[in-house]
């Protein structure tokens, strides 16, 4: 198992604001594989904005389902 979760969000889209936020938030306190989350400027993914990374793999165009289903797949929950 990973010792944790990198998240990382792109800011230049504005991924850092908003529901993906908040289910972010509720998956930090959730029990299992703890998250850090790192702000980016730029993901390379500009055109599927909201970007996020999780360990890296992308998520674009991002929503919280996309989010907690990649987080639960490294959990392995
Ligand atoms: S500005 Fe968000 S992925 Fe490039």
Do not use: W, Y
């Not at 998240?7 to 889209?13: D, H, L, S």
């Not at 919280?64 to 987080?71: D, M, Q």
């Amino acid at each position: 198992m990973d010792q944790e979760i990198i998240v990382q969000i792109c800011a230049g889209c504005g991924a850092c604001e908003g529901d993906i936020m908040a289910e972010l938030a509720k998956l930090q306190h959730e029990p299992g594989t703890p998250i850090r989350v790192e702000i980016e400027e730029c993901l390379d993914t500009c055109d599927d904005e909201p970007s996020f990374a999780v360990n890296e793999v992308s998520i674009a165009p991002a929503n919280p389902e996309k989010l907690r289903r990649a987080v639960e797949a490294v959990r392995g929950s």
